[in-house]
């Protein structure tokens, strides 16, 4: 059974950082390109950042040079160091698993950033 578990979210005030966890059993993790969605109320779900399997990462432009995604293969986990947060960032931010035509999700974690 595929599981992928987020943690790490909550509230911060704007200009704050924040590290979300995602971790990841019943796949092959290290040949799976992990993602990093959000979903604002009232918005679609978008493409935050993605880190294929040889590392190489791409960002959405709203929050490139704030956010890092990283992956450790032997612990089976992805990451998203966001710094600098802003009110527009406040989402519910999910996990996602993609190799080929299999695409596994988590379940989400609340994201809020205000003062």
């Known amino acids: 059974q595929v599981q992928l578990v987020e943690s790490g979210g909550g509230l911060v005030q704007p200009g704050g950082s924040l590290r979300l966890s995602c971790a990841a059993s019943g796949i092959n993790f290290n040949i799976y390109a992990m993602d990093w969605y959000r979903q604002a109320p009232g918005k679609l779900r978008e493409l935050v950042a993605r880190?294929?399997?040889?590392?190489?990462?791409i960002y959405t432009d709203s929050v490139k040079d704030r956010y890092t995604i990283s992956r450790d293969n032997a612990k089976k986990a992805v990451y998203l160091q966001m710094n600098s947060l802003k009110p527009e960032d406040t989402a519910v931010y999910y996990c996602?698993?993609?190799?080929?035509?299999?695409?596994?999700w988590g379940q989400g974690i609340q994201v809020t950033v205000s003062s």
């Open positions: 996602h698993a993609t190799y080929n035509e299999n695409r596994h």
């Open positions: 880190i294929l399997s040889n590392a190489n990462a």
